[in-house]
């Protein structure tokens, strides 16, 4: 069997076009998981759902199992995970409500559990991580958000940082000059450790604000954030019904 996983971020604690079969807790060596794993079918694909913040959303990014998650991910059967994340937006294609497929990452997380490859080795493990999100996986989003005209944007490096707080406008500054287009608190460690777990991994990010500084003068209003994020949100759920069905078809995943 291969499933594919939706991990819903912050605005996504749950699917509403999922015809949910069980919801199952699943135990891991690394803890538990934000929360029960939810079985079903999106059309005619098997899916399993995840509330990366628990289902009320009371776990904080830097809080978040995610060896546990993905572990157990792993062992449900997964093969695929699409990774949904409410980003800032830096550059000036990001602009709020905008859907984003990005293609590169930066890690400027730390104190995070970032491997499983750490204790009782037999050796040294590296992976390769040279293009962390998997084209194929990135390619059917990408078809199946033109197909429904949402102008999602192919591309950009998505800069992890530690959180809870949102940065300095001097922070997004710098993050620019590295190179990053979009800001978000969880896609690191995740991305990796999916990769360690040799699991397909895309992000569909949803941009729900202007960076720091980079709205002029005004601080990020919350309320705002919020607002996006729930118009925004209703178009990542039609996309994620397209793109569901349409991984069966598309043989590169
Ligand atoms: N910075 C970091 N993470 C975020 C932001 C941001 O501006 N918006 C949503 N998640």
Not at 222 to 250: D, F, W, Y
Request: charged residues 20%.
């Amino acid at each position: 069997m291969s499933l594919t996983a939706i991990i819903g971020g912050t605005g996504l604690t749950q699917l509403d076009n999922l015809q949910l079969t069980h919801k199952e807790m699943m135990n891991t060596p690394f803890g538990d998981t934000s929360g029960p794993l939810s079985f079903g079918k999106i059309g005619n694909q098997d899916v399993v759902f995840l509330a990366r913040h628990g289902g009320h959303h009371t776990i904080p990014p830097h809080r978040v199992n995610y060896r546990a998650n993905l572990w157990a991910l792993k062992e449900a059967g997964v093969s695929r995970v699409i990774a949904v994340a409410a980003v800032g937006g830096i550059t000036r294609e990001m602009s709020p409500e905008r859907i984003v497929i990005p293609d590169q990452i930066i890690d400027y997380t730390h104190s995070r559990a970032q491997t499983f490859f750490e204790d009782d080795l037999d050796f040294v493990t590296h992976i390769d991580f040279t293009h962390p999100y998997d084209q194929g996986l990135r390619q059917v989003l990408l078809d199946s958000a033109a197909e429904l005209s949402l102008d999602a944007f192919d591309g950009g490096v998505y800069a992890a940082t530690q959180g809870p707080r949102l940065e300095s406008a001097a922070e997004v500054n710098r993050l620019e000059r590295d190179g990053c287009d979009l800001i978000g608190m969880t896609g690191m460690p995740e991305a990796a450790l999916a990769r360690e777990l040799e699991l397909r991994y895309a992000c569909c990010a949803l941009v729900v604000n202007w960076a720091a500084g980079r709205a002029g003068q005004e601080e990020i209003s919350i309320a705002e954030m919020e607002k996006c994020l729930h118009s925004g949100m209703q178009k990542v759920r039609n996309l994620l019904e397209l793109t569901l069905p349409a991984i069966q078809l598309a043989r590169a995943t």
